[in-house]
């Protein structure tokens, strides 16, 4: 029985146990209450808010099926949302945008249904034994033995379980992510009006992204999120957050020209490894068949919605052609 550990419950970490659970023994480790990474939804009553990844295209034959797929069952749907460019920004989306519906993380758990995920599981250290690999949590507690390991966690966070035994240790350190933050705001009735849905903002502003969240299908309240630039958010990553937070609100006022110090709801969030400045490698994973360690993740790649699937599909797809599977019940 080939037993699998992968570690990460986000979009590629998902998609390759979703397809090797039908074969192999696979145990799913996230360090976080729910599944899905940056495909993430935070809820607060009458708000709901994508505050991590904001839509998605798709560009390969292999995602654009998956998304049709998922739109005959009503998971994804097209957002069909009006998107300008301010303060010189230059930017222009030609293919159709698509959400999760009715949350960003409503496609993560439709993922992780049937597979055996621990939650709030943080995998801090990987243990040689002549059985094979063994993980122990950040209580010290044990998990395993299993013949393969994938880590589907941000590149530094890979580059520090796998270590230099790792035959892409170089490759995965030299990645760098950088950090985003979110800001959430809660709208009333009389703020929402604005002759767009969504905005890049370019220039010399901290603002990179604002949307109006409730203008996605399936979303309730009126609400708005805007996320900051990667080098901002490098230089100010450990700024005081109540100073961050009023930055950022005060640019996004300054952009949409409402007034929101007197939002119902005003929260932020930071996103310590949300983007990469290159693409890892040009595979969209690393593998390891000496140490039977394999990395993925939208890192490896462009640092999308696509690219975490891809990587997940193909991090399964090397598996399931070198490993003997055992018969599953499941089929």
């Keep these: ?13 998902l998609v390759a146990g979703k397809s090797l659970s039908k074969r192999f023994d696979v145990q799913i480790f996230e360090k976080s209450r729910g599944a899905g990474g940056r495909m993430a939804t935070r809820r607060a009553e009458p708000y709901a808010f994508d505050h991590g990844a904001q839509f998605f295209t798709a560009k390969s034959d292999a995602f654009r099926d ?5 739109k005959e069952t009503g998971l994804v749907e097209e957002w069909r949302c009006r998107t300008v460019s301010l303060n010189g920004a230059n930017k222009e989306i030609r293919r159709p945008m698509y959400v999760a519906s009715p949350s960003m993380s409503s ?10 995920v621990n939650y709030r599981v943080q995998i801090s250290e990987l243990k040689r034994d002549p059985a094979g690999w063994v993980l122990l949590d950040s209580t010290g507690a044990e998990h395993g033995v299993f013949d393969w390991v994938v ?7 890979t580059a520090s379980l796998f270590g230099d035994r790792f035959v892409h240790d170089n490759v995965v350190r030299d990645t760098r992510m950088f950090a985003c933050y979110t800001l959430m705001v809660g709208l009333d009735g009389r703020q929402a009006s604005l002759p767009w849905t969504a905005a890049f ?3 010399d502003s901290p603002v990179d992204w604002i949307a109006v969240n409730s203008d996605k299908p399936g979303r309730p309240e009126n609400c708005l999120i805007a996320h900051s630039k990667s080098e901002w958010s490098e230089v100010h990553i450990e700024d005081d957050q109540d100073l961050v ?3 950022l609100l005060a640019e996004v006022e300054k952009q949409t020209e409402l007034k929101l110090a007197g939002s119902p709801h005003v929260v932020l969030h930071r996103w310590r490894y949300a983007n990469v400045d290159r693409a890892a490698s040009e595979q969209s994973c690393l593998v390891d068949k000496r140490s039977q360690l394999l990395a993925c993740g939208d890192w490896c790649t462009k640092g999308r919605v696509e690219a975490a699937f891809l990587s997940g599909r193909a991090a399964a797809r090397h598996l399931e052609t070198k490993l003997t599977p055992w018969p599953n019940p499941r089929g």
Excluded: H, W, Y
Aim: glycine fraction near 14%.
């Design 1 to 13: 029985m080939t037993r699998i550990a992968i570690i990460g419950a986000g979009l590629s970490g």
């Design 66 to 70: 998956f998304v049709t797929e998922c």
């Design 107 to 116: 496609l993560a758990k439709d993922l992780a249904r049937g597979l055996n």
């Design 151 to 157: 880590s589907s966690a941000p590149a530094p966070q």
């Design 201 to 203: 903002v370019g220039g």
């Design 245 to 247: 937070k009023a930055e």
